[in-house]
């Protein structure tokens, strides 16, 4: 159309698509065409005559498409199948044919019900639940789209006149014909053939109804992952069989919903606390450098069909859950709940003794548990983790410039701000968390009133990073310390406690350090507690306990 006797048309293209410049890449102008398409902003039968758009034939294909969609809407209306949206007006088809289309869905759905129409597939809801589960769970863009549309072709030329199941059993797969072949997500559809396993026929309507569910979108790779041939497992509940697979469905379908957790078991980050409470004492996965407990809906689903096996999952299912289950009739959801909120509730009661005990075993994990703060301040649900269980860090964000704080110190500093346990504040004193890059610790800190002035003595406190009960803390007085020297700061420190509080600094073991007085003693999570009390009680002797 470039060429000078198509100059007009050319032109004619350019007003039609809303460009007015003459040498715009070709690319560009298919990229445009493209977008329109997809946003239903379709071009006019004449203009795409008169421009030539289409081959010869096209009017012609574009009026048996639109009596196929007439035959089949519906049909298509009365699947019950979720096809990754809700309608606005509750119909499939209007939500696939009559709106704003999207490469990743509605585009592809849409070609797969004109195509059962060509191909006389028989059974459609089989054909349409395997295109709905191929299609949400592939990435599809306008660069890929057009080799999506050739293999829902070929499929449909394959299972003309065949059983569907029958077919996708017998398929074979080997990584570089599949690439030829099938360009939608190899794991989806290696997924599609072993559930189409005779062997699996009759969890076919258990099937159906899990991946019908928002969250799970067709894929359910997680159920072949927690269940498992009797040769494979020696607890009869992971087991692969029907009631075994109505059970874990079940429950999959009430803990994870649209958003990811469901809102009931997202309340105080339980389902969370759960999962981390069992061994491997991790859940999710490593995310641009750092592990990341699954922060959206799409790294839950990944989370849930990945590779690795769902050991915390599982456990969650098997010791909490189906119990529960067995239990109730009625209300299962808060029965649920309730079961995972006071387990969580009684694991954090044993908060102290877990951490006092002398066993070898790992104990980072209690304070995930114990603490929904931690959390809360886990705005992006990623810590800093390099395999060293002593050396995490909480991210606030997902940003490179990040707040970070050391787990254990910020667990100790929630302790103090909720006045938890032995950890109780005086009346006068103020708790706060610094989280800044060039320095990590929680801060204690007063206002005296001397005379006329009012000095800020200040108690920085944090885990050494070395082991379970390490901590150490820092006191000082806090002073513009603007254009003075390390040394006159480290002065005016001593001078003012030894003036004050007499042999203070002789009796806590403290020494000159980075303009600060140090503890030279490392303490336990007991001992830092006791010593702390202490230190407060000498500096504000007058002062209460809060609460």
Known sequence: MRHEHDKPFFKDLLVLLDLSNEEIPTEKIIEKIFDQLRDSNLFPLVWIERLKLMEDGFLEWVYN????????????????????ADSRNGTSIYDIALCKGSYDRTLPLLYSIIVSGKYNISDIHAWMRLMRNLILNTTIDRKNISGILHNIKSIAEKVQGRDIYEYLSTIEIDADKEKEEWKFNHKQVIEE?????????????????????????????????LLRGKDEQEDERDILNKDNFDKYSSILRILFGESGIASQFNEQHILRRALISFPPHLFGKMDRGCWSFCSDVNQWRDYLSGDEELLSLRKVIQRLCIPSMSLCREDIVNTLKNK??????????????????????EKYYIHFVRHPGVWEYMESKKIGFNGNT????????????????ELRTYSLYLDYRDS?????????????????????????????????????????VSHTRTKEDGYTFYLFIRQDETNISEEKVTESNLHYFKTRFGTLIDDFKLSSQERRLQATIEYSREEIINTLAKLMRIISPLAEIKG
């Open 65 to 84: 498409t639109m009596e196929t969609l007439s035959e089949k809407a519906q049909v298509i209306n009365d699947l019950d199948l979720f096809f990754g």
């Open 390 to 405: 002593y050396d995490i860090f909480l991210r606030r964000s997902n940003s490179n410039n990040s707040n970070v704080i």
């Open 193 to 225: 053939r072993m559930k189409a396993s005779p062997e699996f026929s009759e969890l076919r309507e258990l099937m159906g109804l899990m991946e019908n569910n928002k969250f799970f979108r067709g894929r359910i790779r997680c159920m072949f992952n």
């Open 420 to 460: 938890s346990g032995c950890c109780k504040m005086l009346e006068g004193w103020k708790v706060f968390p610094y989280d800044k890059k060039e320095g990590n610790c929680f801060c204690l800190h007063y206002e005296v009133n001397d005379n006329s002035n009012k000095t800020q003595i200040a108690i920085d």
């Open 340 to 361: 995972i909120e006071k387990y969580v509730e009684g694991l954090s009661s044993q908060y102290e003794s877990i951490l006092s005990n002398d066993s070898k075993e």
